[in-house]
C-alpha cells in the first residue's frame, strides 16, 4: 500500500542529480529516462531542472541460502534446542553477520507438551501440541549474527535461514526488519477489536514502529488466532488461514488497503476467536521520482497469480509445474502453504523445484496436524517451480503472495506492457487555483518484465517526472503529482520502461487536459488536507495529546492526510498533523500523527495578523500564590545568610528554607489578590509617587534612558547564532535625560488593558533559622511598612514588595510561495516570511525595607499567576489557523545586602519588542529594540523608628513574564523576557545619632531575555533552535548626593 506524501521528507536526497551537472550528461540521461513525443525535446531547462529532482537509491540486497545442513538440528546433535530464557538468541552464522535481516524457518519436533516459540518482545512466533512437528517462516532482524528466538519448554528443533536481506527505506522493494515487533490487534485486550468472528476485524499495520506510513509495498505480520472451532481466517488481500481449534500462531506478508491496514474474519458464522498480530517488518515502496521502481532483489507484490492452487502430491510420483509469479524476471516466490489429508503415518517435509534428496530439510508435514499456514521461499523459472513430498501423501494448498526479482529476460511481444491514464479523463478542464497541483492516475502491466519506471512527459516541456507505483489487488496503480506553469491546454504522456532494456519506452498513455493554474496572492491549500469541526454536523474527535486523537467512528482518512481543526476544548489551538497510523483501541478509532511543516499544508497565502485582544476581554489570571498548597510550587531560589566574620555564608535552596506566612505559620493557601487583569482607565504603565509610599511628592523623581544612544542594550542583529550577546567593551551610563517626551520603538505603544502582579516577601533569620515569609494577600503601598515591620527577624532580614504592570501584542506573519512549474518538489516552497513577533510595555515597582547589619544574599521567583489569552482564529482560504498564547508572571528578587534602611521607591518603565523571522532566502533572524527606560531615583531613608541609618550593596526586584505562543497547540516559540529594577550604593552617616547622610549610588536595569523554539513546523534543519540568551545590566545612572535626615 502506499499513498502520496506531499513533499517526502524522510527519504535522504543524497542521491538527488545536481541541475549544475554537465548538460551533456543530464540530457544523455533524459534521454534513458524517457521518451518524449515529437516535436519536444528532452533538452529543455524546465526538462532539466525536472530531472535534477530525481533520485537514486541502493540496490536492495536479497541472498538466499542455497540448501544446506540446518544451522541447528538438535535431533540429530547439531547444535542445541532453543534457549527458554527470554534474552536467548541462536547464532545463524558467520554468512548471516554482514547481514541486517533474515527469513528463518524454525521447525519444532513432538514437545513432550504444549510448546511455544518466542522472539523479541515476547512476541510468539510458532505454538504447537504436545507429539507434533510444527514449521514456520518469520522474517527477523539480525544483529552480529544472532536472531531472537526462544521457547518456553523443551523440545527438538531445526533453524534454517531462506534468506538474507540489506536495504534501505529510499529502496523501492527492499525488506526490511524492525528491531523488535509491534503490537497492532489484541482482541483480549480490546486493541482491534473484542474477538474474532464473520463481523471482519480490521487491524492497523502501517505506520508505527518504523514502518512508513505511506511507503509500505507489503508488511510482515504474525498472527496469533485461537478458535472455538476450526474455521477459515479471511484476511483482506484476499489471503485464506485453515485453522485447527486451538491456538495457531502464523507468519505471513499482506498487503496493507488504502487506510493502512487488513481486515480479518472467520468464515464460518457463530464462530468465535482471539487474535494477537505483531507487525515484524516491511516492504518499502519505491517515492515518485525514484530513477527505479524496482532492483535486482526488489519484492513485488502478486497480482495476476493470487489465486489459491491445491495439489495432491505423493512420494516419487512426478510433479507438476506450477505458476507462482507474476513476472518472468522473479528469481523466487513468497508463497503461502498449508497442507492436510496426509497419509503415511510419519512426519514428512516438502521440497521444491527439484527431486527430494540429502538430509531432511523443507516445510514440516505431521502425519496428523498436516502442514498449518507458513510462507515458502520457491526457486522459479519464468514465474514457474514445482514441489514435491519427501514420503506419504498430502493435499497441498498454495496461494502466491509476490516474488524476488532476478535477472530480467528478453521482452516478449507476444506479452506487450500496457498503460492507461485513469484519471483525469482526456479534455477534462482542471481548477488549480486553490489546491495548486493535480495527481495523475493510472494502470500498467508490464509483460514478462517487473516495472522499471513510468515517466511523465508533455511535448510542452520534455521530461516532467517519475510516478509512484501502488499494487493494489490484481492491478498495479500508478501516480503522479502534475501541474503546469501557466494556464492553457497541456498534454501529458505517461510512458512505462521494463526492466529488460530500461532505455526502451514499451508503451504510453496520453491525455490532453486545460489547466487554470493558481496565480501570485491566490491562497493554494495542500489537497491533502481535510479540514475538521468548522461545522456542527461534522464527526467528532478527541485530541489525546500533540499527537494523538479519539474518533467514535471510523473517520474516512488515509495515511497521509494532512488533519486539519479548528480549536476544540481539547486543542485550544486547534490541532495540526499528518495520519501515520490508525487503530481500533476499545471501540474507539486512535490515529497517531507526524508533524507537518506550514509549507506542506500551506503551499502558498499571505497571512498578517496582528492581536491586541482589545480591552482584556476573555483574558483570563489565575492567581498562583492564592491558590498553591505547596508553597515550593511558587517559590525557587536560594537565601545565604549572613556571618559575623563579614561576608554571606553558602546558598541555601529555597526546600531546605522553611516558607511560612505572615504570621509564622506554615504556607497555606490564601485568599487574596495578587494577579488581575485591569482596562480602561484602571490601565496605569506609567511611573508615578502614587504607587510608593512617599509622602513628600519632591522627594519622588524619575528620569530616563534613551536607545541607542550608549551601547549597553543589543538590536536583534547584534545577537548571535547562539542567541547569546557581548557588550562590547565598558558601556557608558547615561546621564538621565531623555530632553522631552520619551522617543524610539515602543515609546507610543498604547494599552487598553493590563496584567498586573503584586506580591511581598520577606527574607528574615530567626534564631539561626533561615525563614521566607509571603504576605497573605496583596499590600498597598502604605501597608507594605507596617506588615514589613511586623516581619522583622531576630538577627536580621528584608522585606520587599514587588508590583508589575504589563500589556502585549502579539502580530503572525506567514507567506509562503511555491515554486512547482511542472511537478511537485522537495523543497518547493518558500518561506518569503515567518514571523512571530511580541510588542510589549511593562512597568515595575518594589519598595525595600532592610534590617541586616551582617551581609546577606539571595536570589528568588516567587510566581504569582498564569495568564490565559484567549485563542485567536482566523481563516487562510478554507482552512483554521488557530493560535493560543499564555503568560507566566513572576516576582523576580535578588540582591546582596548589609543595611538598616527603607528604600521606598525603585521602577523601571519601558516599552519591548522582540520575536523573530525566517525566510527560505536569508534565514532566522531576531527581531530586538533598544527601547528606552524610564526609571525612579530613589532616595533611601531610615526605617520608621529606628536611629541607626547603614546600606551598602544592591537589590533589584521586579517581574518576569514568559510567553508561550502556539500555533495548532505545540509548535512555537518560548521566550521570557526579566526586567528588575536595581539599585545599588554605598551610604555615609555622620553624627551620633546621624544627623546628616550622603550616598554613592547607581540605578540600574537587570534585563533578561531567554527563549527557545520548537519549529518543526516549519521544514529547516533546526527542529529546535535558541533564539535569545541574553542577559545585561543597564546601567541607567550614576549619582552622589548628600542631605540633612
Same mark, same amino acid.
Given at each position: 500500500?502506499?499513498?502520496?506524501?506531499?513533499?517526502?521528507?524522510?527519504?535522504?536526497?543524497?542521491?538527488?542529480?545536481?541541475?549544475? @551537472?554537465?548538460? &551533456?550528461?543530464?540530457?544523455? +540521461? #533524459? =534521454?534513458?529516462?524517457?521518451? $518524449?513525443?515529437? /516535436? *519536444? %525535446?528532452?533538452? !529543455?531547462?524546465?526538462?532539466?531542472?525536472?530531472?535534477?529532482?530525481?533520485?537514486?537509491?541502493?540496490?536492495?540486497?536479497?541472498?538466499?541460502?542455497?540448501?544446506?545442513?540446518?544451522?541447528?538440528?538438535?535431533?540429530?546433535?547439531?547444535?542445541?534446542?532453543?534457549?527458554?530464557?527470554?534474552?536467548?538468541?541462536?547464532?545463524? @552464522?558467520?554468512? &548471516?553477520?554482514?547481514?541486517? +535481516? #533474515? =527469513?528463518?524457518?524454525?521447525? $519444532?519436533?513432538? /514437545? *513432550? %507438551?504444549?510448546? !511455544?516459540?518466542?522472539?523479541?518482545?515476547?512476541?510468539?512466533?510458532?505454538?504447537?501440541?504436545?507429539?507434533?512437528?510444527?514449521?514456520?517462516?518469520?522474517?527477523?532482524?539480525?544483529?552480529?549474527?544472532?536472531?531472537?528466538?526462544?521457547?518456553?519448554?523443551?523440545?527438538?528443533?531445526?533453524?534454517?535461514?531462506?534468506?538474507?536481506?540489506?536495504?534501505?527505506?529510499?529502496?523501492?522493494? #527492499?525488506?526490511?526488519?524492525?528491531?523488535?515487533?509491534?503490537?497492532? %490487534?489484541?482482541?483480549?485486550?480490546?486493541?482491534?477489536?473484542?474477538?474474532?468472528?464473520?463481523?471482519?476485524?480490521?487491524?492497523?499495520?502501517?505506520?508505527?514502529?518504523?514502518?512508513?506510513?505511506?511507503?509500505?509495498?507489503?508488511?510482515?505480520?504474525?498472527?496469533?488466532?485461537?478458535?472455538?472451532?476450526?474455521?477459515?481466517?479471511?484476511?483482506?488481500?484476499?489471503?485464506?488461514?485453515?485453522?485447527?481449534?486451538?491456538?495457531?500462531?502464523?507468519?505471513?506478508?499482506?498487503?496493507?488497503?488504502?487506510?493502512?491496514?487488513?481486515?480479518?474474519?472467520?468464515?464460518?458464522?457463530?464462530?468465535?476467536?482471539?487474535?494477537?498480530?505483531?507487525?515484524?517488518?516491511?516492504?518499502?515502496?519505491?517515492?515518485?521520482?525514484?530513477?527505479?521502481?524496482?532492483?535486482?532483489?526488489?519484492?513485488?507484490?502478486?497480482?495476476?497469480?493470487?489465486?489459491?492452487?491445491?495439489?495432491?502430491?505423493?512420494?516419487?510420483?512426478?510433479?507438476?509445474?506450477?505458476?507462482?509469479?507474476?513476472?518472468?524476471?522473479?528469481?523466487?516466490?513468497?508463497?503461502?502453504?498449508?497442507?492436510?489429508?496426509?497419509?503415511?503415518?510419519?512426519?514428512?517435509?516438502?521440497?521444491?523445484?527439484?527431486?527430494?534428496?540429502?538430509?531432511?530439510?523443507?516445510?514440516?508435514?505431521?502425519?496428523?496436524?498436516?502442514?498449518?499456514?507458513?510462507?515458502?521461499?520457491?526457486?522459479?523459472?519464468?514465474?514457474?517451480?514445482?514441489?514435491?513430498?519427501?514420503?506419504?501423501?498430502?493435499?497441498?494448498?498454495?496461494?502466491?503472495?509476490?516474488?524476488?526479482?532476478?535477472?530480467?529476460?528478453?521482452?516478449?511481444?507476444?506479452?506487450?506492457?500496457?498503460?492507461?491514464?485513469?484519471?483525469?479523463?482526456?479534455?477534462?478542464?482542471?481548477?488549480?487555483?486553490?489546491?495548486?497541483?493535480?495527481?495523475?492516475?493510472?494502470?500498467?502491466?508490464?509483460?514478462?518484465?517487473?516495472?522499471?519506471?513510468?515517466?511523465?512527459?508533455?511535448?510542452?516541456?520534455?521530461?516532467?517526472?517519475?510516478?509512484?507505483?501502488?499494487?493494489?489487488?490484481?492491478?498495479?496503480?500508478?501516480?503522479?503529482?502534475?501541474?503546469?506553469?501557466?494556464?492553457?491546454?497541456?498534454?501529458?504522456?505517461?510512458?512505462?520502461?521494463?526492466?529488460?532494456?530500461?532505455?526502451?519506452?514499451?508503451?504510453?498513455?496520453?491525455?490532453?487536459?486545460?489547466?487554470?493554474?493558481?496565480?501570485?496572492?491566490?491562497?493554494?491549500?495542500?489537497?491533502?488536507?481535510?479540514?475538521?469541526?468548522?461545522?456542527?454536523?461534522?464527526?467528532?474527535?478527541?485530541?489525546?495529546?500533540?499527537?494523538?486523537?479519539?474518533?467514535?467512528?471510523?473517520?474516512?482518512?488515509?495515511?497521509?492526510?494532512?488533519?486539519?481543526?479548528?480549536?476544540?476544548?481539547?486543542?485550544?489551538?486547534?490541532?495540526?498533523?499528518?495520519?501515520?497510523?490508525?487503530?481500533?483501541?476499545?471501540?474507539?478509532?486512535?490515529?497517531?500523527?507526524?508533524?507537518?511543516?506550514?509549507?506542506?499544508?500551506?503551499?502558498?497565502?499571505?497571512?498578517?495578523?496582528?492581536?491586541?485582544?482589545?480591552?482584556?476581554?476573555?483574558?483570563?489570571?489565575?492567581?498562583?500564590?492564592?491558590?498553591?498548597?505547596?508553597?515550593?510550587?511558587?517559590?525557587?531560589?536560594?537565601?545565604?545568610?549572613?556571618?559575623?566574620?563579614?561576608?554571606?555564608?553558602?546558598?541555601?535552596?529555597?526546600?531546605?528554607?522553611?516558607?511560612?506566612?505572615?504570621?509564622?505559620?506554615?504556607?497555606?493557601?490564601?485568599?487574596?489578590?495578587?494577579?488581575?487583569?485591569?482596562?480602561?482607565?484602571?490601565?496605569?504603565?506609567?511611573?508615578?509617587?502614587?504607587?510608593?509610599?512617599?509622602?513628600?511628592?519632591?522627594?519622588?523623581?524619575?528620569?530616563?534612558?534613551?536607545?541607542?544612544?550608549?551601547?549597553?542594550?543589543?538590536?536583534?542583529?547584534?545577537?548571535?547564532?547562539?542567541?547569546?550577546?557581548?557588550?562590547?567593551?565598558?558601556?557608558?551610563?547615561?546621564?538621565?535625560?531623555?530632553?522631552?517626551?520619551?522617543?524610539?520603538?515602543?515609546?507610543?505603544?498604547?494599552?487598553?488593558?493590563?496584567?498586573?502582579?503584586?506580591?511581598?516577601?520577606?527574607?528574615?533569620?530567626?534564631?539561626?533559622?533561615?525563614?521566607?515569609?509571603?504576605?497573605?494577600?496583596?499590600?498597598?503601598?502604605?501597608?507594605?511598612?507596617?506588615?514589613?515591620?511586623?516581619?522583622?527577624?531576630?538577627?536580621?532580614?528584608?522585606?520587599?514588595?514587588?508590583?508589575?504592570?504589563?500589556?502585549?501584542?502579539?502580530?503572525?506573519?506567514?507567506?509562503?510561495?511555491?515554486?512547482?512549474?511542472?511537478?511537485?518538489?522537495?523543497?518547493?516552497?518558500?518561506?518569503?516570511?515567518?514571523?512571530?513577533?511580541?510588542?510589549?510595555?511593562?512597568?515595575?515597582?518594589?519598595?525595600?525595607?532592610?534590617?541586616?547589619?551582617?551581609?546577606?544574599?539571595?536570589?528568588?521567583?516567587?510566581?504569582?499567576?498564569?495568564?490565559?489569552?484567549?485563542?485567536?482564529?482566523?481563516?487562510?482560504?478554507?482552512?483554521?489557523?488557530?493560535?493560543?498564547?499564555?503568560?507566566?508572571?513572576?516576582?523576580?528578587?535578588?540582591?546582596?545586602?548589609?543595611?538598616?534602611?527603607?528604600?521606598?521607591?525603585?521602577?523601571?518603565?519601558?516599552?519591548?519588542?522582540?520575536?523573530?523571522?525566517?525566510?527560505?532566502?536569508?534565514?532566522?533572524?531576531?527581531?530586538?529594540?533598544?527601547?528606552?527606560?524610564?526609571?525612579?531615583?530613589?532616595?533611601?531613608?531610615?526605617?520608621?523608628?529606628?536611629?541607626?541609618?547603614?546600606?551598602?550593596?544592591?537589590?533589584?526586584?521586579?517581574?518576569?513574564?514568559?510567553?508561550?505562543?502556539?500555533?495548532?497547540?505545540?509548535?512555537?516559540?518560548?521566550?521570557?523576557?526579566?526586567?528588575?529594577?536595581?539599585?545599588?550604593?554605598?551610604?555615609?552617616?555622620?553624627?551620633?545619632?546621624?544627623?546628616?547622610?550622603?550616598?554613592?549610588?547607581?540605578?540600574?536595569?537587570?534585563?533578561?531575555?531567554?527563549?527557545?523554539?520548537?519549529?518543526?513546523?516549519?521544514?529547516?534543519?533546526?527542529?529546535?533552535?535558541?533564539?535569545?540568551?541574553?542577559?545585561?545590566?543597564?546601567?541607567?545612572?550614576?549619582?552622589?548626593?548628600?542631605?540633612?535626615?
Amino acid at each position: 500500500m502506499s499513498r502520496i506524501w506531499a513533499i517526502h521528507p524522510s527519504v535522504s536526497l543524497a542521491g538527488r542529480v545536481s541541475v549544475r @551537472g554537465a548538460v &551533456a550528461a543530464l540530457t544523455a +540521461a #533524459a =534521454l534513458t529516462l524517457v521518451a $518524449v513525443p515529437p /516535436p *519536444a %525535446a528532452a533538452t !529543455t531547462q524546465d526538462a532539466l531542472a525536472n530531472l535534477s529532482a530525481v533520485r537514486t537509491a541502493p540496490e536492495p540486497k536479497f541472498t538466499p541460502v542455497e540448501p544446506s545442513l540446518p544451522v541447528i538440528d538438535s535431533a540429530v546433535g547439531r547444535g542445541d534446542r532453543l534457549p527458554t530464557d527470554p534474552a536467548g538468541t541462536v547464532y545463524l @552464522g558467520s554468512a &548471516a553477520e554482514s547481514h541486517s +535481516a #533474515a =527469513l528463518v524457518r524454525l521447525t $519444532v519436533f513432538e /514437545p *513432550a %507438551a504444549d510448546l !511455544t516459540a518466542y522472539t523479541a518482545a515476547d512476541t510468539a512466533v510458532l505454538h504447537m501440541g504436545g507429539s507434533t512437528a510444527v514449521s514456520t517462516a518469520v522474517l527477523l532482524p539480525l544483529n552480529q549474527g544472532k536472531v531472537s528466538l526462544w521457547a518456553d519448554g523443551e523440545a527438538d528443533a531445526r533453524v534454517e535461514p531462506l534468506a538474507y536481506f540489506d536495504g534501505s527505506p529510499a529502496s523501492g522493494g #527492499a525488506t526490511l526488519a524492525l528491531p523488535e515487533p509491534v503490537l497492532r %490487534a489484541d482482541t483480549a485486550a480490546g486493541l482491534a477489536g473484542n474477538g474474532l468472528s464473520q463481523e471482519p476485524l480490521w487491524i492497523g499495520l502501517t505506520g508505527d514502529g518504523g514502518v512508513s506510513s505511506v511507503l509500505a509495498r507489503s508488511v510482515h505480520v504474525v498472527l496469533d488466532v485461537t478458535l472455538a472451532a476450526a474455521d477459515t481466517v479471511v484476511l483482506g488481500d484476499g489471503q485464506r488461514l485453515v485453522l485447527p481449534a486451538g491456538r495457531t500462531v502464523v507468519s505471513t506478508v499482506v498487503d496493507a488497503e488504502d487506510q493502512g491496514g487488513v481486515t480479518a474474519a472467520l468464515e464460518t458464522a457463530g464462530n468465535t476467536g482471539t487474535l494477537r498480530a505483531s507487525v515484524t517488518g516491511w516492504v518499502s515502496e519505491a517515492i515518485e521520482d525514484a530513477a527505479k521502481a524496482n532492483h535486482h532483489g526488489s519484492y513485488v507484490v502478486n497480482t495476476e497469480q493470487r489465486h489459491t492452487v491445491r495439489q495432491r502430491l505423493a512420494a516419487g510420483e512426478e510433479p507438476s509445474p506450477v505458476r507462482l509469479a507474476d513476472d518472468h524476471d522473479a528469481a523466487y516466490a513468497l508463497v503461502l502453504t498449508q497442507a492436510g489429508n496426509v497419509s503415511g503415518g510419519q512426519t514428512t517435509t516438502l521440497a521444491w523445484d527439484g527431486p527430494v534428496t540429502g538430509r531432511a530439510r523443507g516445510e514440516a508435514v505431521d502425519p496428523t496436524a498436516g502442514a498449518q499456514p507458513q510462507l515458502a521461499l520457491v526457486p522459479v523459472t519464468n514465474g514457474e517451480s514445482q514441489v514435491s513430498i519427501r514420503r506419504g501423501s498430502a493435499t497441498l494448498t498454495l496461494q502466491p503472495l509476490g516474488s524476488f526479482l532476478g535477472n530480467p529476460v528478453p521482452y516478449n511481444n507476444a506479452d506487450p506492457a500496457s498503460i492507461e491514464i485513469t484519471s483525469p479523463l482526456d479534455r477534462q478542464s482542471l481548477d488549480l487555483t486553490e489546491t495548486g497541483y493535480f495527481t495523475l492516475e493510472g494502470t500498467v502491466s508490464t509483460g514478462a518484465n517487473s516495472v522499471d519506471r513510468i515517466a511523465i512527459s508533455s511535448p510542452s516541456v520534455g521530461f516532467i517526472g517519475l510516478a509512484e507505483l501502488n499494487p493494489a489487488g490484481d492491478e498495479i496503480l500508478w501516480s503522479f503529482r502534475s501541474l503546469a506553469p501557466e494556464d492553457g491546454d497541456f498534454d501529458y504522456v505517461a510512458t512505462v520502461f521494463d526492466r529488460s532494456d530500461p532505455g526502451t519506452a514499451r508503451a504510453s498513455d496520453r491525455v490532453r487536459l486545460t489547466l487554470d493554474v493558481a496565480e501570485e496572492g491566490d491562497t493554494v491549500v495542500s489537497p491533502e488536507a481535510e479540514v475538521f469541526h468548522l461545522d456542527t454536523t461534522e464527526l467528532e474527535f478527541e485530541v489525546l495529546d500533540e499527537f494523538n486523537l479519539r474518533f467514535m467512528q471510523r473517520p474516512e482518512l488515509e495515511p497521509g492526510d494532512i488533519i486539519v481543526s479548528a480549536p476544540v476544548p481539547t486543542a485550544p489551538s486547534g490541532f495540526l498533523g499528518r495520519l501515520s497510523s490508525m487503530d481500533l483501541v476499545a471501540g474507539s478509532w486512535e490515529v497517531s500523527t507526524v508533524e507537518v511543516p506550514l509549507e506542506e499544508l500551506f503551499l502558498q497565502v499571505d497571512i498578517d495578523e496582528t492581536e491586541g485582544y482589545g480591552e482584556g476581554q476573555d483574558v483570563v489570571a489565575e492567581d498562583l500564590i492564592a491558590q498553591a498548597e505547596d508553597p515550593l510550587d511558587v517559590v525557587t531560589g536560594t537565601f545565604a545568610i549572613g556571618q559575623e566574620s563579614g561576608g554571606s555564608g553558602p546558598d541555601i535552596p529555597v526546600a531546605d528554607v522553611q516558607i511560612v506566612d505572615g504570621h509564622g505559620n506554615p504556607h497555606v493557601p490564601a485568599e487574596g489578590t495578587y494577579a488581575e487583569i485591569v482596562s480602561g482607565d484602571d490601565v496605569d504603565l506609567e511611573l508615578s509617587n502614587d504607587e510608593f509610599n512617599v509622602p513628600d511628592p519632591a522627594d519622588f523623581k524619575t528620569a530616563c534612558r534613551l536607545p541607542g544612544t550608549d551601547g549597553q542594550e543589543p538590536l536583534g542583529e547584534d545577537i548571535g547564532d547562539d542567541g547569546t550577546w557581548i557588550a562590547p567593551g565598558a558601556p557608558a551610563t547615561g546621564d538621565g535625560d531623555c530632553g522631552g517626551p520619551l522617543r524610539g520603538p515602543g515609546a507610543s505603544l498604547s494599552a487598553d488593558w493590563t496584567t498586573k502582579v503584586d506580591a511581598s516577601v520577606a527574607f528574615v533569620v530567626e534564631n539561626g533559622v533561615p525563614k521566607i515569609r509571603t504576605a497573605g494577600q496583596k499590600l498597598e503601598p502604605w501597608e507594605f511598612e507596617a506588615w514589613s515591620e511586623k516581619q522583622r527577624g531576630d538577627e536580621g532580614g528584608v522585606a520587599i514588595r514587588g508590583g508589575g504592570e504589563l500589556n502585549l501584542g502579539f502580530a503572525f506573519v506567514l507567506k509562503t510561495k511555491f515554486q512547482f512549474k511542472w511537478k511537485v518538489i522537495p523543497r518547493g516552497v518558500s518561506i518569503e516570511e515567518f514571523r512571530i513577533e511580541f510588542k510589549s510595555k511593562l512597568k515595575a515597582s518594589a519598595s525595600i525595607q532592610a534590617w541586616v547589619q551582617v551581609e546577606s544574599r539571595w536570589n528568588a521567583d516567587l510566581k504569582v499567576a498564569e495568564v490565559a489569552l484567549p485563542t485567536t482564529t482566523f481563516m487562510a482560504g478554507p482552512v483554521p489557523v488557530a493560535i493560543t498564547n499564555r503568560l507566566n508572571f513572576a516576582m523576580v528578587f535578588s540582591g546582596t545586602l548589609k543595611a538598616e534602611a527603607d528604600i521606598p521607591a525603585i521602577g523601571i518603565e519601558r516599552a519591548d519588542t522582540f520575536g523573530f523571522v525566517y525566510t527560505t532566502a536569508n534565514g532566522m533572524k531576531r527581531i530586538k529594540e533598544d527601547t528606552p527606560t524610564t526609571y525612579v531615583l530613589p532616595k533611601p531613608r531610615q526605617v520608621l523608628g529606628e536611629t541607626s541609618f547603614s546600606l551598602e550593596g544592591e537589590v533589584a526586584a521586579g517581574p518576569q513574564v514568559s510567553y508561550q505562543s502556539r500555533i495548532y497547540s505545540f509548535a512555537g516559540p518560548d521566550i521570557s523576557l526579566s526586567a528588575k529594577a536595581g539599585f545599588a550604593a554605598k551610604l555615609g552617616v555622620k553624627g551620633i545619632p546621624p544627623t546628616e547622610a550622603e550616598i554613592d549610588a547607581s540605578i540600574f536595569l537587570a534585563l533578561g531575555l531567554t527563549g527557545s523554539a520548537k519549529l518543526t513546523l516549519l521544514r529547516w534543519d533546526l527542529l529546535s533552535l535558541t533564539i535569545f540568551q541574553v542577559g545585561v545590566r543597564l546601567n541607567l545612572f550614576e549619582y552622589s548626593e548628600e542631605w540633612k535626615l
